[in-house]
């Protein structure tokens, strides 16, 4: 983790992870939901968290392994939720209490999908 000030910054994703998601499927919904927070700056632990998996999990879903039918509905719904807050200028988050804050808003949407 990055400190700016007293702000603790996420950790970015690295530059070779990034290059193997554009490698990676476009169709697979791991892959579309790796990209969408390495653009929204989102930690893939508190990723993890809001869908109720392991960080292991969500980084095997970036990379295109399986994942179960339960969760692709919510993954559906995360990016949408995602792409809006980006469109309104809400994301990128700026700092892992930001990051937190934000899933924190959005988990109760995903609980009920």
Same mark, same amino acid.
């Given at each position: #983790? *990055?400190?700016? +000030? *007293? *702000?603790? #910054?996420?950790?970015?994703?690295?530059? $070779?992870?990034?290059?193997?998601?554009?490698?990676?499927?476009?169709?697979? $919904?791991?892959? !579309?939901? %790796? =990209?969408?927070?390495?653009?929204? +700056? /989102?930690?893939? =632990?508190?990723?993890?968290?809001?869908? %109720?998996?392991? @960080? #292991?999990?969500?980084?095997?879903?970036? @990379? %295109?392994?399986?994942? @179960?039918?339960?969760?692709?509905?919510?993954?559906?719904?995360?990016?949408?939720?995602?792409?809006?807050?980006?469109?309104? %200028?809400? /994301?990128?988050?700026?700092?892992? *209490? !930001?990051?937190?804050?934000?899933?924190?808003?959005? =988990?109760?949407?995903?609980?009920?999908?």
């Amino acid at each position: #983790m *990055e400190k700016r +000030g *007293e *702000e603790i #910054m996420p950790r970015p994703y690295s530059d $070779k992870f990034i290059l193997g998601l554009n490698k990676g499927n476009p169709k697979s $919904k791991g892959v !579309q939901l %790796g =990209k969408i927070c390495v653009k929204a +700056g /989102l930690p893939a =632990k508190y990723v993890a968290n809001v869908f %109720g998996v392991s @960080r #292991m999990s969500i980084h095997g879903w970036f @990379r %295109g392994k399986i994942i @179960r039918n339960k969760n692709i509905a919510k993954i559906d719904k995360f990016i949408k939720l995602v792409n809006n807050s980006l469109a309104d %200028g809400d /994301l990128p988050v700026a700092t892992i *209490e !930001q990051a937190k804050i934000y899933l924190a808003t959005i =988990k109760p949407n995903l609980i009920r999908v």
